[in-house]
């Protein structure tokens, strides 16, 4: 079993509607989770992280967190052609401080 | 402006010959990271620092050696033994163990692209 799986997609969604990206994760005492950005070519970028259950929101980009349940969400609401790249799930392994990346999910917003 | 800095932006190697890839940030963060990343797949550790002067092997380390002699730099080197080194070679930083979760952001560099003649 991989430690984090994001399903890689693509996912497509029009321009405004609410993208929903999903990623599960293993290890049951990873501490904080990460969802980047990557652009084709480009480093990835932080686009939010959360480390408690619930709900964490930051302008379109909400993310939700279930540890009973073991995954974590991405949400951007009224979705921009802009928004589309590939969107990695990162997850801090408890104890050794390493992050352990997903495979991504493509994110394609049709104009 | 504070930041990580990878050099060069594109490299490529011979067969037979090492590479050194560059990081350095200015951050002040004490852990640094190497990551290889593959057309389509997701990162995998090389190596990473959690302080100057000691280091960890990732998941696919076999091919590659590091250092980390100073805070800010933590370079990379592909040796021969790496067979097959065409990959996106991203560096990143953090502030490192013990500062909390909120402390634990990844930063990471331009990255680097290297190839095999």
């Known amino acids: 079993q991989k430690e984090v799986e994001q399903n890689s997609g693509p996912l497509s969604v029009p321009e405004g509607a609410i993208a929903s990206l999903n990623c599960t994760y293993s290890d049951r005492g990873s501490q904080s989770f990460f969802w980047y950005r990557q652009y084709s070519g480009k480093s990835p970028e932080l686009i939010m992280f959360i480390y408690s259950n619930g709900d964490k929101e930051d302008g379109r980009f909400t993310a939700q967190l279930n540890k009973a349940s073991q995954y974590v969400s991405l949400l951007i609401r009224d979705s921009q052609p802009s928004d589309s790249a590939t969107y990695l799930c990162?997850?801090?392994?408890?104890?050794?401080?390493?992050?352990?990346f997903g495979t991504g999910t493509r994110l394609k917003v049709l104009a | 402006d504070g930041g990580i800095t990878q050099s060069p932006k594109y490299l490529f190697r011979k067969e037979g010959q090492n590479v050194t890839l560059s990081c350095e940030q200015n951050?002040?963060?004490?852990?640094m990271y190497w990551y290889r990343q593959d057309p389509g797949q997701g990162l995998r550790l090389i190596y990473y620092s959690q302080i100057v002067n000691d280091f960890q092997k990732g998941d696919i380390a076999e091919g590659y050696s590091v250092s980390r002699e100073k805070k800010e730099s933590f370079p990379l080197t592909v040796t021969s033994a790496q067979k097959n080194p065409t990959a996106f070679y991203l560096c990143?930083?953090?502030?490192?163990?013990?500062?909390?979760?909120?402390?634990?952001?990844?930063?990471f560099g331009s990255g680097t692209q290297l190839s095999v003649l």
């Open positions: 951050l002040n963060h004490d852990a």
């Open positions: 990143a930083s953090s502030m490192g163990r013990d500062r909390g979760p909120s402390n634990e952001k990844l930063f």
């Open positions: 990162a997850v801090v392994s408890s104890g050794t401080y390493k992050y352990i």
